[in-house]
Structures are given as C-alpha cells and as structure tokens.
C-alpha cells in the first residue's frame, strides 16, 4: 500500500513508522490536522514517534530547549487521543504554563481555519492568582488562609450563580467554551485568567468556576503540587472524576522531580512561630530536634497539627483586624509538617525535608495511559528512570542539530581549577576571578556567573567588580531589568540553587541577552551529617554507591543544567557553556562538550565561535 508523507515530514531511512498498520496511518493523518507548523523537524519527528508508540508507556524524554517539545508533545498526545481520554500536564511554576498556552493557541487556530474543533485546556491555579481582591501585599496571606479573609459575596452566591445555568454540565461547558474561544496565537495564561476574571458576574468566582469544570475538562494543566503532596493530589482527582488507565500525565521539566529535598524551613521561621503564639507542643517537639543535628523521623499528631493551625489562624485574622499584612509563621510551620508523613526530617542550620523513598514519586501516576516526563536536563536517564522509580521506562534523548551550531559547550581540566569543598580558599576564588575576567573580557555581551551558594557569590562579584549579584531573599525582579536596560555589557553573578538559576530569563523580543553562561564550581551539595545519614538510608534500597551518585552527583548535574538553560530561550540564541571545574571530565554529562586544558585554550576557541557568528 502507498502511503501519503505527511507533509514535509523527515523519514528516516530505517523508519518503521509506515508499515501499513492503520492506526498508525490514522495517527499521522490526525497529526497533519493538529501540528502547528508547516514542517516537522527531526528532533520533533523523534518525540512525536515515541509517543504514538503504543508501548511506551512511561516514556522519559531528554530533549534541549530549543527543540520545539511543546508543540511536538501537544500535538502527538491530541491526534492520539481517545474519546473519554483525559491529559493533565504539570509544570514546575505558573510561568512554564504559558510555552503550553501558546502552543495549543497555534494548535486551535490551525483547526479553526480548516474547520476542525479547537482545544480547550483548564489551568488549575491556586484561587490567589484569580481573586479581584487580592492586592499585592496580601497575597502571601491570602494563599495561607483563603477566602475567610474576607466577608466575599461571590463565595456565597456561587452555588446560586452556577444553579442559573440549571446543571453542572451546562454550566461547565458554558465556561469551558469561554477558555476555547479564548485560546489562539499568541494567548498566555495571564490573559486566561484575566477573561475569567472579567466574566465575574455570569460565571461567579473565577477559581471556583474552574474547580467546577475539572469534571469535564478534556486538558487540564496544573503546578507539581498538584501531583507531589497527597491532599492536593486527591482534590485534583476527585474533581476530574478521574480514572488513570484512560488519563496521559504529561511531567514538564520532570529533572525537579529528582531534587534531592522536598522542602524546608529556617530556624528563624521557627523562632517566628513561637513570637507569634508562644509554647505549643509541635514547637517544642521541633525545638528539641533542633539540638540534635542529624536524620529524624517526626511524626505529627494531626489533632495537635489542626490545633497549631487553628491558632496561626487566629494570630493572622487578628493582625490582618489590626492592620497588620504580615504572613503567619506558625502557618508556615503547619504546611511544612504535612509533609512529614513521607518525609525524613534533617535538622542542621534549617530543618529540611527529604522523601523516605523517592522512587514512589510517581506511584499515583504510574499506571496512567502514558506518562511523559520531559525536560532538557534528564540526563544520564538511566540515573534519572532508577531515581523516580521508573527504571524500565522507555528513554529517548534528543539533539537539536541547529543548537549545537549556536552553542559553544567548553570545559576545563585545568588541575588548579576546582571548587572541591575541602579545598576552598581565598586563593582559589582569586584564580577563578582571574579565569573569568580573561574570559568576560572577550565574551561580546552579558556574562551568567553561577557559583556554589551565596556567600562565594558575594566573593566574586567583589573580585570582579561587579554590582550585579543575588543576594539571599531578593526579589530579583529589579536585577533583571538593570540587566535588561544596561547599555554596558555586564558580568551577572548568582548562587546555582538561587532564584536566577530558577527558569528566569533575561530576554529581548524573544530572544536571549545572555552571551555566555560559566558555571564557576561545580554546584555539589555540601558535605553535611544529614546528607551522610540520608544516603545510608537510600542506601538500603539503592546501595550506598548509587545513593551517593545520586545525592550528589545526579543533584549537582540537575542544578548545573538548569543554570546553563538560562541563556537559551530558542534554538536560535548564540552563547557558550563554560564549566570552570575540572570534575567535570569524569562526568558524562555534554557529550559535544570541548575539554580545553586551561583558560587560555578555552579564549582561543571563545573567539573563533564568536568571530563565525560574527559577535565580536
Ligand atoms: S470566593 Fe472567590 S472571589 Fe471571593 S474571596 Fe474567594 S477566591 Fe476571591
């Protein structure tokens, strides 16, 4: 039988995609109805097959930013949906939503031009991101103790609101087809929202409106929340009426899954607590484990736990009376001890809080039609399937070949470049400021300097000169328009696990600002008792050494990749990657990566790259 090519499409020579079965014609004909673009590129071609492959059912895809995995995901996922068929995607932060919003735009402009029906998708966001009261400075608090915080009309004309449409179905289907109209190029979250905001008065209030159609919404996108702590999850669940065997999870930058931490909490906060509503029994329990440095497990009555809230309540509604727009730490408190159920508790300089057992992350999920986890830093994806409990997971790593032509990946093994914890001093940071200015000084524009933590961060903005730096606890945003509207090329620095290392990026008209990205130290989690203990007890199930991989090494990868990810916006930025760390030649982690024996080699190679792309 001759089969028509989907348009444009890439074969490859050894394809088994067209071997006359019909459901695969009928997959690549439906795809041709959905994709956006006018062409499917290799990297999207390599995505898009593995997911119609029925037989991947846990499917890990490793692919770079930049290699159009949204719209390839999207797309494949809808022509291969069955009726009854539910998708949920998560993402790590409201922001990653947007990549998904804009492409399912371009997917239901496309449909409605051939006269095909659009695509709906709900987001499901926490109702301070929807509710017309709140202001900036109460949205802490408003998402600590909800709607009580005021006398609202629309919570108790809801039920009345929603009744005027006469069923539930009527109702949701009203809204749902609000979110479609709305949903073409170019639309984001923000302008979903702001739609359903405006529509107060037909549909009642926003969040609940959206918590209503989850029943019957086809696509659902929603935070990891949503999917890691279990009261969250059930909610979730029990609204959609959901059944996993006909639901496709789809994980969006799933590489946060396998963070070595769940959570944590200051001793200050602590301290704070306490202040607020002096002795509880849960505080003192705390207290105590505060003198003991080390792994514990803390077991949280929940009766004392409704009472600590209860009263954190209170504390906050009386200074809320008081005029007072304060935050309650004993609430803070609270949230962080619901976790402790899954959860060891360390305590040293802060109590944090790791999973018992990270392999059962995804144990509500796994039996999903298809689970995909997706992001541009699940590599190595053996280590990655075993740590998130999927080890027989199918996994596919995808290269952009357009991005290994605008990027440079350089990495040195010069001996006395390391940042190796034990052997820290004032003369390394002095060498490695030396190291950079040599290569700032011939980088064409902005410069990304990631180091360790804070306090060496502080170090090399000094040695270096530079204003531009993160400290601890800043709102960011200001550092990223002075960055943005500097007419100077300027020399950025920022602790790896901070909040510039977290998805922010420095973009002009889409596109990148950033010409190079050094990773000044391997980002390595500090040796600590509580790490030793917490990789005896993963030992158990791991063995020690691959519990020490992954405690260190797989948590030093994630964050490296995630740093590197922030000079890239597309496929079509122009920078370089450059590890300033000798460890990293024993790590397999660039395969097109460039070892250059010391800085000087790494200048030479700097200047050739920036001389093709002529950004001198
Ligand atoms: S019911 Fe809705 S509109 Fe009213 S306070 Fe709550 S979130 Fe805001």
């Known amino acids: 039988m001759k089969i028509e090519i989907p348009r444009g499409i890439i074969i490859r020579s050894n394809s088994e995609i067209y071997d006359g079965n019909n459901s695969q014609i009928k997959f690549w004909e439906k795809l041709n109805e959905i994709f956006p673009y006018q062409n499917y590129r290799k990297e999207q071609f390599d995505i898009i097959s593995a997911i119609q492959n029925e037989s991947n059912k846990t499917l890990l895809i490793d692919a770079e930013t930049g290699a159009g995995k949204t719209a390839a995901v999207l797309s494949a996922i809808l022509s291969r949906k069955q009726s009854g068929e539910r998708i949920i995607i998560f993402t790590k932060m409201l922001g990653q939503m947007d990549a998904w919003f804009r492409e399912l735009g371009l997917i239901n402009d496309f449909n409605r031009k051939i006269g095909n029906q659009s695509y709906t998708m709900v987001p499901l966001v926490g109702r301070s991101n929807l509710c017309h009261l709140i202001t900036r400075d109460i949205k802490k608090l408003f998402n600590q103790i909800g709607c009580s915080l005021f006398d609202c009309h629309y919570q108790k004309a809801f039920p009345m609101m929603r009744n005027d449409f006469g069923t539930n179905e009527n109702y949701s289907q009203q809204v749902l087809s609000e979110i479609r109209e709305s949903l073409k190029k170019g639309v984001g979250l923000s302008e979903i929202l702001w739609i359903l905001e405006n529509k107060i008065d037909n549909y009642g209030c926003p969040y609940f409106a959206l918590k209503t159609t989850l ?19 059930e909610i979730l669940f029990d609204d959609m009426l959901i059944d996993i065997p006909r639901t496709t999870i789809v994980i969006d930058e799933a590489h946060n899954l396998a963070k070595g931490t769940y959570a944590d909490l200051s001793y200050k906060t602590l301290d704070r607590a306490f202040a607020e509503i002096g002795s509880h029994e849960i505080l003192e329990g705390l207290q ?45 408190v609270c949230e962080f001890l619901k976790n402790t159920e899954f959860c060891y508790l360390t305590s040293e300089k802060k109590f944090t809080l790791f999973l018992k057992d990270p392999r059962t992350i995804l144990n509500p999920v796994k039996h999903a039609n298809q689970l995909i986890l997706l ?50 001093s004032k003369d390394t940071y002095v060498k490695y400021s030396q190291e950079i200015k040599k290569l700032t000084d011939i980088i064409p524009g902005h410069t990304l300097i990631f180091t360790p933590n804070y306090e060496i961060t502080v170090v090399l903005s000094n040695l270096l000169n530079t204003s531009y730096f993160e400290k601890p606890n800043q709102d960011v945003s200001k550092l990223i328009n002075s960055v943005i509207s500097s007419k100077e090329k300027v020399i950025v620095v920022a602790p790896a696990r901070g909040k510039v290392s977290e998805g922010i990026e420095f973009v002009i008209d889409d596109k990148s600002i950033i010409s190079a990205v050094i990773v000044a130290g391997l980002p390595y ?22 519990a020490t991989n992954y405690m260190n090494y797989l948590q030093a990868t994630v964050t490296m990749r995630q740093c590197l990810g922030r000079m890239i916006r597309s496929e079509n930025d122009i920078g370089a990657w450059i590890i300033l760390d000798n460890r990293i030649t024993n790590m397999d982690v660039f395969p097109r990566a460039i070892e250059c024996k010391n800085t000087d080699r790494m200048i030479e190679r700097l200047i050739f790259f920036y001389q093709q792309h002529q950004l001198e």
Request: hydrophobic fraction near 30%; proline fraction near 5%.
């Open 525 to 546: 989690p500090p040796p600590s008792k509580s790490l030793r203990e917490i990789i005896r007890e993963y030992g158990k199930f791991w063995g020690e050494e691959k």
């Open 288 to 332: 105590a484990l505060r003198e003991k440095e080390g792994l514990h497990t803390f077991y949280v009555n929940d009766t004392l736990l409704d009472d600590l809230e209860a009263r954190g309540k209170r504390y906050l509604l009386w200074k809320f009376d008081n005029g007072y727009r304060d935050i309650s730490y004993t609430l803070k």
């Open 375 to 424: 992001s541009g830093t699940l590599r190595p994806l053996e280590d990655f399937a075993n740590f998130l409990g999927v080890p027989n997971s199918q996994k596919i790593a995808i290269y952009s070949e357009k991005l290994g032509e605008n990027r440079i990946i350089l990495t040195t093994s010069d001996s006395d470049l390391t940042m190796k914890y034990q052997t820290r």
């Open 215 to 233: 029943e019957f919404a086809e696509i659902v996108i929603t935070t990891y929340p949503f999917l890691t702590q279990p009261k969250l999850r």
